[in-house]
């Protein structure tokens, strides 16, 4: 059993949820600790431990996201991730807004080379 101070807040998760819903092709991974979406073996979105949504992007799309919303690099686990953009509250709220962003992200991953999985 885990502790819900380890799992994402209810109510994030269920605007991340709601914004996946509105693109077929992503779906979600992982589960109430780190849930995320990925695009062959490529992490493209995660909501962090705290509620955070971050979206990877090319830096041009990520500069003009961070000025557009005055948000700045995610930052989770104490490692500031580079190619990801913070997603403000008001953002994650308004899922008709933030899925043009969902859908750079998504197009962003398909041009990063396939992840190999490593056998044990």
């Not at 799992?7 to 779906?27: F, G, M, N, S, W």
């Not at 695009?39 to 971050?54: D, E, H, I, R, W």
């Not at 969902?102 to 396939?114: D, F, G, I, M, R």
Request: include cysteine; proline fraction near 5%; glycine fraction near 6%.
């Amino acid at each position: 059993m885990s502790k819900q101070s380890d799992q994402v807040p209810a109510d994030k998760l269920a605007l991340y949820k709601r914004l996946l819903d509105a693109h077929p092709e992503i779906e979600l991974k992982g589960g109430l600790k780190l849930p995320y979406t990925s695009y062959q073996g490529n992490m493209f979105s995660q909501l962090t431990k705290a509620g955070v949504l971050g979206l990877r992007m090319g830096k041009a799309e990520r500069n003009a996201f961070i000025a557009e919303f005055d948000t700045a690099l995610l930052e989770t686990y104490g490692t500031v991730m580079k190619e990801y953009a913070a997603a403000p509250d008001c953002l994650l709220e308004d899922t008709e807004r933030l899925l043009p962003y969902l859908e750079q992200s998504y197009a962003y991953a398909k041009t990063l080379k396939p992840q190999q999985r490593k056998r044990k």
